[in-house]
């Protein structure tokens, strides 16, 4: 009986280890299976994630390419915008000298028979801001202002006057020499308003004005 025992159990352990090791083979396969899976899993997924970022990229650069496009339309823009402004910031710069107030003129050459007559000017050599008609100049803007004029004359005691609307302002005077050409100058600063006048008129009468004397103003602030 011990014997048919102990044949049984060792039958029955034989069994059991059977069956484990075929529990076992199976198991081992089924996790190669998954091992295999997982792998190929693996693999679709790195080829479905590079497709993806390369899908991405090509969007990020067709979006950097639009921003590129949109910011080159606006720089074109902005470039017309500085190219217009500084052509008109460029048109000014030149108004300015053509339009300054101040005038030269060579005065009439003529023998002048009152001391109340404006002696008239000739040939106008500059006249910014057209405040000058030719024999009195009338102020278009407030500042300061510097007239000179040169007088030659070849009559006795002769001078000219620097008048700002009725006030004297200075001579010109040629002096009591003996008569011949003699030559004299002057120059007054003085402010104006709009509208005060500047004018020349002779010292003594009769006296003859040659026609290379000669009246400037301009002014300078």
């Given at each position: 009986m011990d014997s048919a025992t102990n044949m049984t159990t060792f039958v029955t352990f034989l069994f059991?280890?059977?069956?484990?090791?075929?529990?076992?083979?199976?198991?081992?396969?089924?996790?190669?299976?998954?091992?295999?899976?997982?792998?190929?899993?693996?693999?679709?997924?790195?080829?479905?994630?590079?497709?993806?970022?390369?899908?991405?990229?090509?969007?990020?650069?067709?979006?950097?390419?639009?921003?590129?496009?949109?910011?080159?339309?606006?720089?074109?823009?902005?470039?017309?915008?500085?190219?217009?402004?500084?052509?008109?910031?460029?048109?000014?710069?030149?108004?300015?000298?053509?339009?300054?107030?101040?005038?030269?003129?060579?005065?009439?050459?003529?023998?002048y028979s009152s001391t109340s007559s404006n002696i008239r000017g000739s040939t106008i050599l500059y006249n910014g801001g057209n405040a000058y008609n030719g024999t009195v100049f009338t102020c278009p803007k407030p500042g300061l202002y510097l007239f000179h004029v040169s007088l030659l004359t070849r009559t006795k005691y002769g001078g000219i006057w620097i008048y700002k609307n009725s006030?004297?302002?200075?001579?010109?005077?040629?002096?009591?020499?003996?008569?011949?050409?003699?030559?004299?100058?002057?120059s007054a600063a003085v402010w104006l308003d709009v509208g005060d006048q500047v004018y020349l008129r002779a010292h003594t009468s009769p006296m003859l004005v040659d026609n290379n004397s000669v009246f400037t103003g301009v002014r300078v602030n």
């Open positions: 059991f280890l059977v069956v484990g090791l075929m529990i076992g083979g199976s198991c081992g396969e089924h996790s190669l299976d998954r091992r295999a899976n997982v792998a190929k899993r693996s693999d679709n997924d790195t080829y479905y994630n590079i497709y993806t970022k390369i899908n991405t990229l090509e969007k990020y650069v067709s979006n950097l390419e639009t921003k590129l496009q949109k910011r080159t339309k606006l720089l074109q823009k902005l470039l017309r915008s500085v190219v217009e402004i500084d052509g008109n910031i460029g048109l000014p710069e030149k108004s300015p000298k053509k339009n300054a107030v101040g005038f030269t003129t060579k005065l009439h050459q003529a023998t006030q004297k302002l200075t001579i010109a005077y040629a002096g009591n020499v003996d008569p011949q050409y003699n030559g004299a100058s002057v």
